[in-house]
């Protein structure tokens, strides 16, 4: 099955406009323009993008001690390099983050040394009552528990080179948003983790679509998110799926942008039926909701 036709790589190319100087920060080197947002909120997802008139012999993008190589499209005879990346509002904390950028061209070699300010975001609070055993698992589960959380770190971690994925994000379901991104929550009297993800209004049984195009990377039943899927979009792009009633497709198949990939429900840690939705960016899991509202270029400024 082909991953993406050239309409769709021409269409993503098409979508990283120009942004005026007032909006992001862009700098020319040498025939290549730097575009980066100066300034990004805890948790939000953003975008680095870099354009030459030459071929690029090679990229490198170091953010939050992660180093990758960003795929390279081509536009109106340029060559333009996009990276997608955020931060996580369980471990960040606002200051200045390091954003490193080497691009070699024609023999010659760039490097832009920079800072992103991440500012900080206050989150809503939440209380919840939920079975004792949902909250504070029984010593049965612990080694079960372990297992799923080594290979959804693995399947969070998961970087492919080809980037299959455009903005803006495909909504997985119709549904309001019934929680945020980065709600504090209290179950039963004690603070949690804050949720790193939005939870969609889904009835049981709830058609539940892929926001991208992209890889099934697991397909598995977790004691707390329940039937959870994650789907590799490439570049370090993953997205997560969870509380799931049944699943449509299969670790390996590869899935369209839009189509149906399971059913919404209520397994695992849930109070009722709905679509929990996570988003990982190199490794950080960023607040989904840029990427369904914004165009490329705003995710740049």
């Known amino acids: 099955m082909r991953i993406r036709s050239c309409t769709a790589v021409l269409f993503t190319c098409l979508m990283i406009t120009a942004v005026s100087l007032a909006e992001t920060n862009i700098e020319n080197k ?8 100066k300034q990004v909120g805890m948790g939000q997802p953003f975008l680095v993008r870099l354009t030459s008139v030459q071929v690029f012999d090679r990229i490198l993008v170091r953010w939050m001690d992660r180093e990758f190589v960003p795929s390279v499209s081509q536009w109106n005879g340029r060559h333009v390099a996009i990276a997608m990346l955020g931060t996580d509002v369980l471990t960040i904390k606002p200051g200045r983050q390091e954003l490193l950028i080497r691009a070699w061209a024609g023999g010659k070699e760039s490097v832009w040394q920079r800072s992103v300010l991440i500012v900080g975001r206050t989150y809503p609070r939440q209380a919840l009552s939920l079975p004792s055993k949902m909250v504070t698992p029984p010593t049965v589960e612990l080694e079960r528990i372990k297992a799923e959380r080594t290979r959804t770190q693995k399947a969070k971690n998961t970087w492919s080179d080809q980037r299959l994925w455009r903005l803006p994000f495909h909504r997985p379901v119709e549904g309001k948003y019934t929680s945020v991104y980065g709600l504090r929550r209290v179950l039963n009297g004690k ?10 209004r889904a009835p049981r049984g709830t058609a539940v679509e892929a926001v991208a195009d992209g890889r099934v990377l697991l397909a598995e039943s977790h004691y707390y998110a329940g039937n959870s899927m994650y789907i590799d979009h490439g570049n370090g792009v993953v997205s997560l799926y969870f509380h799931l009633s049944r699943f449509d497709v299969s670790q390996g198949d590869i899935v369209k942008k839009g189509e ?3 059913r919404s429900g209520s397994t695992g840690r849930a109070t009722g039926p709905h679509l929990h939705l996570s988003i990982s960016v190199q490794g950080q899991l960023v607040d989904p909701v840029p990427l369904f509202e914004e165009a490329s270029d705003q995710l740049l400024r």
Not at 30 to 37: D, I, K
């Open 30 to 37: 040498e025939a290549m323009v730097l575009a980066y947002p």
């Open 260 to 262: 149906i990939i399971g």
């Open 191 to 200: 603070p949690k983790n804050p949720h790193r993800g939005v939870d969609f």
